[in-house]
């Protein structure tokens, strides 16, 4: 395994004036970011088959390898260690192998710094790793010094979690028959709103058109007259759609409800879909949401709907009312804290997560005042 780690004067030239950086912490990055960079991923973050030198001459694949045989020709202590997730932590240790311990990631030493790396989670993998294997255990297998014994490490370190957050808001101006002009506003954070602007920038001003049309739809089923853009401001990417939906909403004597405006993420499908678990489920990251939603009634009509609330040892589902201007404001907030479920435990989950779902799915309502 040791030949995949082998560097190149190529490589060497490269980095190494990356590496000179005196801060540890802020050269991995470098040479992280650098690596995301110049060479294009392959099927894995370390391949077995070809060395770290020859593929940072194709410029392909092996990224894992290449980063570490960078730090170790540049004298770095450097371990690669095969994690395994906290919830498997401490099982099956009579004859541990790589395919038990199955998630490659780096520990790196300079003087008194170390730094752990997890190309998983791409240039945020400098100094983190991902939830999941936080306090699971691991195989140390030494790359700087061979003579070393590969060792078992009993808990993988722990780092502080950026929350999950989603910011949605929307602006609806209701017409008398039911159809609604909307501005959509989605901060896209981090990669997302990367690969999105390189997304953009990469087609034809026609493809883009279709593109955004093809977002809104997703979106808002029958969306129509689409326009959209990508705005970046500092670290901020923000997807903006202007569309016209025809059936936003649906009037049935002195009432109209509009189903079209309902945009909160369900929690079902991605955390509660299975009637029963034989394993923990790991919420590594807390969910924040936040979805504004501004309604503008057609003359006439207000809206008609209580606040919606929910609380729950499992989390909390709040929204605040105001009125501003013939403006309808809603700000719906859903917190669900990081934390282990027990396969005991989920069935109560699960209840949780289908209240919050009829929570935020229920749709804005008006109601005709006269005019």
Do not use: K
Not at 3 to 10: D, K, N, Q, Y
Not at 337 to 364: G, H, I, K, N
């Amino acid at each position: 395994m040791l030949g995949v780690f082998r560097t190149s004067p190529e490589l060497r030239a490269w980095s190494a004036p990356i590496l000179a950086e005196s801060d540890a912490e802020e050269a991995v990055r470098g040479l992280v970011e650098g690596v995301l960079e110049e060479v294009a991923p392959g099927r894995r973050a370390m391949d077995l088959s070809v060395t770290a030198g020859q593929s940072f001459s194709r410029r392909e694949g092996n990224r894992l390898g290449v980063i570490a045989a960078a730090l170790t020709d540049a004298g770095w202590d450097v371990d690669l260690v095969m994690g395994r997730p906290a919830p498997l932590a401490g099982a099956h240790l009579e004859v541990p192998t790589l395919e038990t311990f199955g998630e490659p990631l780096l520990r790196a030493q300079r003087g008194s710094d170390q730094v752990w790396i997890d190309l998983e989670e791409g240039l945020a993998g400098v100094n983190h790793i991902q939830p999941i294997y936080q306090g699971g255990d691991g195989l140390v297998l030494p790359l700087s010094d061979p003579n070393r014994p590969v060792v078992y490490l009993d808990e993988l370190p722990s780092f502080p979690n950026p929350a999950y957050r989603q910011r949605i808001s929307l602006a609806a101006s209701i017409d008398a028959d039911g159809g609604a002009r909307l501005d959509f506003i989605m901060p896209l954070e981090g990669s997302d709103g990367e690969r999105m602007v390189a997304q953009i920038e990469s087609i034809s001003a026609d493809r883009v058109e279709q593109l955004f049309v093809q977002m809104a739809n997703n979106v808002f089923p029958g969306a129509a007259d689409v326009t959209g853009s990508v705005e970046t401001s500092g670290v901020d990417t923000l997807l903006r759609l202007t569309l016209r939906l025809p059936t936003a909403c649906e009037a049935v004597d002195d009432r109209m409800e509009c189903r079209g405006l309902v945009i909160a993420r369900p929690l079902v499908p991605s955390l509660a879909s299975l009637p029963a678990r034989e394993y923990p489920l790991e919420l590594g990251l807390a969910i924040t949401e936040r979805v504004e939603t501004e309604i503008q009634p057609p003359v006439g009509w207000t809206v008609d709907r209580p606040a919606r609330r929910l609380q729950s040892s499992w989390g909390s589902l709040e929204e605040e009312l105001a009125v501003d201007g013939g403006w309808h404001r809603s700000v719906m907030t859903l917190e669900v804290p990081a934390r282990t479920v027990s396969p005991e435990e989920y069935p109560a989950f699960a209840r949780f997560c289908q209240a919050v779902d009829e929570l935020a799915s229920r749709p804005p309502t008006l109601q005709r005042t006269g005019g």
